[in-house]
């Protein structure tokens, strides 16, 4: 179980960084192409389209991300009032209906993008898949982390950040 721990933790790192990798990159891309349009009236060609595929990309990262650390909306002000069992079968509920939606992402997901694959995107001449391959990769980081609440493995990492926001 450690092993299996040690190997999600490298991915989960990994991924994360990406995501903030992504994050810099786009307000780098936008600062400069703001400043080229409004001091030399200039805008780099590739700017805008490097910017969607990049603002899609960490978009749905996050979504992973924020399943990983159990960030998705709940009524909390509902649930307090009911009993632990209760709260208990509800939060399985919620981790399946998780698990399908990561389910969702990577069968539908895969169908779009290889669908995608067959166009370009106009300005940067990639495939038009590299905007939708996201989907189902961010399927299996959630089906992921589905599984491993499922099974009552811990998969916050960031252990400051508190449901309902800061205190």
Request: net charge negative; charged share 15%; hydrophobic share 50%.
């Amino acid at each position: 179980m450690r092993i299996l721990r040690k190997i999600a933790l490298g991915i989960d790192t990994c991924i994360e960084s990406a995501a903030l990798i992504g994050l810099l990159s786009m307000i780098i891309i936008v600062t400069v192409q703001v400043m080229t349009r409004k001091l030399f009236d200039f805008v780099f060609f590739w700017s805008e389209e490097v910017t969607m595929l990049l603002l899609i990309w960490f978009s749905f990262m996050g979504i992973a991300i924020g399943f990983r650390e159990k960030l998705h909306l709940g009524i909390d002000s509902f649930t307090h009032k009911l009993p632990a069992p209760i709260n208990k079968a509800l939060d399985k509920i919620i981790e399946l209906v998780i698990l399908a939606f990561g389910a969702y992402l990577v069968y539908f997901g895969w169908d779009f993008t290889v669908i995608m694959n067959e166009s370009e995107l106009p300005a940067t001449g990639l495939p038009n898949s590299t905007l939708y391959v996201i989907m189902p990769i961010t399927g299996v980081m959630t089906c992921a982390y589905a599984l491993l609440q499922l099974f009552g493995i811990e998969t916050k990492r960031h252990q400051h950040i508190k449901e309902g926001g800061p205190e």
